[in-house]
């Protein structure tokens, strides 16, 4: 493989870095995105360690701004030709706190949901433009039905389900690669309020994000079990759901 270009948006998460460690066992030049100066460049740090061979520039920015971010697919695209993107910010917001406080409603969705979207088509564009690349957006099990526990976190989720179905209808025989990655939980600090018990680990689950990254795969469950928990969970009747406490 060549040295490749790997944009990634929300590079302080941790799967964001593990899946740019992996990418850095080759020579790749970085452009790092994320909100915190501090946490992104010690990111940068770690992997001028790891990867001498490879570069690594950071950029701090606001994810709710759309004109800074078509500025900034601009800018990288005319930069240089952009192999890769990985869109990985979010959070983990506590459903109770939603349902009390709409402006956390709000945030969670814009946050999970929105802001990965105007970042997906801001990328895509350029990535048309160019006619090559491919476009990695991390989403969740959780989009793929409704659940009382989790349902704005979900709705967001849902979002970038529908919006990535669409750009691959968009692209569809072209040499633009769309990838969702559909999460289950994941030992991470953002779980790191949930009971450890089933949570995979962020080193399997970045193996798996980078290979279907790199295969071009359209839709990858992360670990491959939830892709026959949901499979259940989506086509239980709604009857037999709504007695479920999940």
Known sequence: M???RIIIIGATSALAQHCARLWAQQPTDFVLVGRDHERLEGVVADLRVRSPQSSAQSVVMDFSDPIAIAALAMQTAAESHIDIVLIAHGNLPVQSDCQRDVTQTRQAL???GL???????????QMEHSG???LAIIGSVAGDRGRKTNYVYGAAKGLIDRYAQGLQHRF???RVKIVLIKLGPTATPMTAHLPPRGL???EA???RIV???EAGQSVVYAPARWWLIMMIIRHLPRVVFNRLNI
Not at 115 to 125: C, I, K, R
């Open 115 to 125: 802001s990965p979207v105007l970042f997906a088509e801001a990328f895509a564009g």
């Open 211 to 213: 290979t279907a990254v």
């Open 205 to 207: 689950v970045a193996h």
């Open 110 to 112: 814009e946050i999970n």
């Open 200 to 202: 995979a680990s962020a």
């Open 132 to 134: 090559s690349g491919t």
């Open 172 to 174: 569809a025989g072209t």
């Open 2 to 4: 060549g040295r490749q």
